[in-house]
């Protein structure tokens, strides 16, 4: 934990700078609070069929998490802000008796009550084969975001999107999803003639379309890649350093926790912000932004709150 409130004390400290906030210093933020526009990021990832609290058997989790408690938690922030988006960086199913019974069909369900705005897509949201992918997603009254997965010739073909542009007072955000290369973590049979395509070709184009072509504020990768290895593989970190336009990365899969945002300077060496709460929804991101016309963005905090 001290590592992690390190990471916070560095975040907040980062956002009083101009490299974060650019036009904007913080007394001229404070001066525009009245006129600017606000949003609140939610997020989630890797949830995996936790539905329930962690049982209270003295273990490090004990108790935390529920969907019941992050939906009253979700349902306060709502009241409390008028720009709110709830999204998720996928792993929904697998890890409960709740998957190996219903097939995914509760966690998605729970999603819907709870008003999330969109997901990606995570490895083990195949675990039931893609034929239940489609049943399950197909009664989500949310879309789902995958840019580099293409489903063409597949049950999956016309039931995601590639990315999709939300409005808040003026403001366009633009997000995006990007999923893991699936050879050695989702069997063959289980996603069939799915293609997966080069992420960081993928996020240059769709985070440049995104930004240049529909003009959006603020644009948002939702990723299932991984926050960072020791390796050649593409993480959230590469794909922040290798790709320009790209704001946000609220990641997945490797269940890493992050008390607030990490900054990481993209090609144009301009800030990309990554974020990941760990796993199992005991914890539930949050990155509040303002936006004043003709200057830009600001980000005036970020934090995981615990459920």
Known sequence: MDALQSNRRSFLKLMGSAAVIGSLTPDTLLA?????TTLTILHTNDVHSRLDPFPMD???????????????LVQQIRKEQKNVLLFDAGDIFQGTPYFNLYKGEPEILAMNQLGYDAGTIGNHDFDGGIDNMKTQFGKATFPFLIANYDFRNTPMEGQTQPHRIFTADGVKVGVFGLGIQPDGLIPKNLYGEMKYLDPLE??????????????????????????????????????????????????????????????????????TLINQVGFAGIYLGRIDLSFEQGKGHAVTDGKAVSV
């Open 32 to 36: 525009a609070a009245k006129k600017a």
């Open 58 to 72: 003295g273990s490090r989790n004990a108790g935390k998490g529920g969907v019941a408690r992050r939906a009253t």
């Open 202 to 271: 993928i996020a240059s184009q769709t985070a440049g379309e995104l930004k240049k072509d529909k003009k959006c504020d603020y644009v948002i990768c939702l990723s299932h890649l991984g926050y960072k290895y020791n390796d050649a593989m593409v993480s959230d970190h590469v794909l922040a350093a290798r790709t320009r336009h790209i704001d946000l990365i609220i990641g997945g899969h490797t269940h890493t926790f992050l008390d607030a945002p990490v900054a990481v300077n993209n090609l144009d060496s301009k800030p």
